[in-house]
């Protein structure tokens, strides 16, 4: 597992790879994760203003 993406929803804000305590997101157009690296904390999730994080 690791945090699912809604692409649609990301404005590319950049909160949750900053609260992300691996550094497993990174942002480009949009949120992409870095699976192999996401523990499934859930840091990321309830950053997000537009709710495009779920785990
Ligand atoms: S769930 Fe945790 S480890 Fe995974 S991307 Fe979000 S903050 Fe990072
Ligand atoms: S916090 Fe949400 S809107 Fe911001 S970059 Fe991450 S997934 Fe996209």
Do not use: K, R
């Not at 949750?16 to 997101?25: F, H, K, Q």
């Not at 950053?47 to 785990?55: F, G, M, Q, R, W």
């Amino acid at each position: 597992m690791a945090v699912q993406i809604d692409q649609d929803a990301c404005i590319a804000c950049g909160a949750c790879a900053d609260a992300c305590p691996v550094d497993a997101l990174t942002i480009n157009e949009h949120a992409e994760v870095n699976a192999d690296e996401c523990i499934d904390c859930g840091s990321c999730t309830s950053t997000c203003p537009v709710d495009a994080l779920s785990l």
